[in-house]
């Protein structure tokens, strides 16, 4: 599985485009980038996925680099409601239920401020 | 669509009991549904992957006989955690597939443990 690196926390001005980082250096050529976030006592949601070319949803764009090794996860206008934890998932788009488990890193706290 | 339901919402119960929480895909078939759990401040775990009909599949370090899994239909999976302490006390949360494709996962809001 190819793991993801994110920076534990992150801080964001209400308003302002939150940009959240992720590397996947060991990507596979058939698994995708998939962003969720969780907050608080909640389970997580779904926010977007990608495998090569750029995204956008009506939360957010997913920006892939060429190279497939890194990624960034915008929220163009942070809002309070958007303070979470975010996850950066890496995985085949199809699967059995084996190989398509969605396996969760420690993600990024994107604390947005007033 | 795609709401995924669990009961209760939050349990506290005493040491050495069973309790049992329910996991409910609310407006589609599940083909799969997975298990996790989460300690204060740390991650989601994922516990088990269960497809209806057939015996759930643990990770590596999970007890089976503690973390009874039943999924007896395309819309209901079951979590019974047996005899249950302290250290089981977190925040269990399942997962519903929709098909086969990844992003057609979704989650459940979860269900507090609390052992006394």
């Known amino acids: 599985d190819a793991k993801t690196t994110q920076p534990p926390s992150m801080d964001c001005a209400e308003g302002r485009a939150a940009n959240l980082p992720c590397n996947h250096s060991?990507?596979?050529?058939?698994?995708?980038v998939y962003w969720y976030r969780q907050i608080h006592s909640q389970g997580p949601q779904y926010i977007i996925h990608g495998l090569k070319n750029n995204e956008t949803n009506e939360m957010a764009s997913l920006i892939i680099t060429e190279d497939r090794k890194s990624s960034t996860l915008i929220l163009p206008h942070a809002t309070l409601r958007d303070t979470a934890v975010y996850y950066c998932i890496v995985r085949v788009g199809r699967g059995s239920s084996n190989t398509g488990k969605l396996i969760f890193g420690q993600g990024t706290t994107l604390q947005v401020k007033p | 669509g795609a709401v995924v339901s669990q009961h209760p919402s939050w349990v506290i119960c005493k040491s050495g009991t069973s309790v049992k929480i329910e996991c409910r895909s609310l407006?589609?078939?599940?083909?799969?549904m997975f298990w996790y759990r989460q300690f204060p401040k740390q991650s989601l775990m994922l516990m088990a992957t269960s497809n209806e009909g057939s015996k759930a599949t643990y990770e590596q370090g999970v007890e089976k006989d503690k973390f009874l899994i039943n999924h007896a239909s395309l819309t209901l999976s079951t979590l019974t955690v047996t005899s249950a302490h302290p250290e089981d006390s977190s925040f269990y949360i399942c997962?519903?597939?929709?098909?086969?494709?990844?992003?057609?996962?979704?989650f459940g809001p979860g269900t507090r443990l609390t052992v006394l």
């Open positions: 407006d589609f078939q599940a083909t799969t």
């Open positions: 060991t990507i596979s050529g058939n698994e995708y």
């Open positions: 997962s519903a597939r929709k098909g086969t494709w990844v992003q057609e996962q979704f």
